[in-house]
């Protein structure tokens, strides 16, 4: 999914959500495996399309706020994620994301990681949450259009397309999983009020349920976050996604539709930190 002017995603969620798999020995994956047919990827491959688009066009017109406040470059040498030897962020607004961050460069790829879980979560597809998760991580200049601007895209007609109901619940029986987790992150440009930062992901999508059309799977992708300090923290202009760094996937064998389902409630996420 894509928030920034000049996107270059062509898959969902970071990719095109064709994944390499290798169905159990015996047992039930995600239903009648002869569900897993090229119809049924090509079914994922649209969902993850039409909330590209959609999220896309939520957050047009944004402009770029890659540079500094002060006109210079601010670009920072980069290098890979290490820890920081600091204690992540305690605090949380009610929404349930942290909030907190120092203003340094640490505090905003902390910022960075945590908004890329969020923003990419199964929550911001619910009309009743959107607003709680837009108000907290962007900065409230944007608040307003892009709140519209998502009650727009995120149709009922949408919602249906995805296998939602109009509140974006997944039907009886059937859990809508979007997960996003942070491997890595990077500076990319800094000025003290400014940033941008790259934050590579991998996660999990997909609606569980053995009528499911469209099964949990993986993808990796590589978010690019433009923040802004104020009110005391980080909060974002805006942000893009494209596609991998991918791995070669490996051999795993597929679980089924229940466990992954179990999985999801009873697994829960991470404040995350540099």
Not at 122 to 145: C, H, M, T, Y
Not at 167 to 195: E, H, I, L, Q, W
Request: proline share 5%; net charge negative; charged share 25%.
């Amino acid at each position: 999914m894509s928030l920034g002017d000049d996107h270059e995603s062509s898959g969902g969620y970071g990719g095109t959500g064709q994944t390499r798999t290798r169905l159990p020995d015996s047992g039930d994956a995600f239903g009648d495996p002869r569900r897993r047919s090229s119809r049924s990827l090509v079914t994922v491959v649209g969902v993850v399309v039409l909330l590209i688009a959609a999220i896309a066009f939520a957050n047009r017109g944004d402009g770029d706020t890659s540079s500094s406040t002060d006109g210079s470059p601010g670009k920072p040498e980069t290098s890979a994620t290490a820890p920081s030897g600091k204690r992540p962020v305690t605090a949380k607004s009610a929404a349930g994301i942290p909030s907190g961050f120092a203003q340094d460069q640490e505090g905003a790829e902390s910022a960075a990681a945590n908004y890329a879980v969020v923003l990419v979560s199964a929550d911001i597809l619910k009309p009743a949450r959107r607003p709680e998760i837009v108000r907290q991580v962007f900065d409230a200049g944007k608040v307003s259009e892009l709140e519209k601007n998502l009650d727009r895209v995120y149709s009922k007609a949408f919602l249906e397309k995805v296998g939602l109901d109009a509140n974006g619940d997944a039907p009886k029986g059937s859990t809508y999983v979007s997960r996003t987790m942070p491997v890595g992150t990077k500076v990319t440009d800094f000025s003290g009020s400014t940033a941008t930062v790259e934050v590579w992901c991998t996660g999990v999508f997909g609606m569980t349920g053995e009528s499911s059309q469209s099964p949990v799977t993986n993808d990796w992708f590589t978010m690019t976050l433009q923040l802004r300090w104020t009110d005391g923290d980080w909060k974002v202009d805006s942000f893009s996604q494209k596609e991998g760094p991918a791995p070669v996937n490996g051999d795993n064998r597929v679980s089924t539709s229940d466990a992954i389902s179990k999985a999801v409630e009873e697994f829960g996420g991470f404040t995350y930190a540099r």
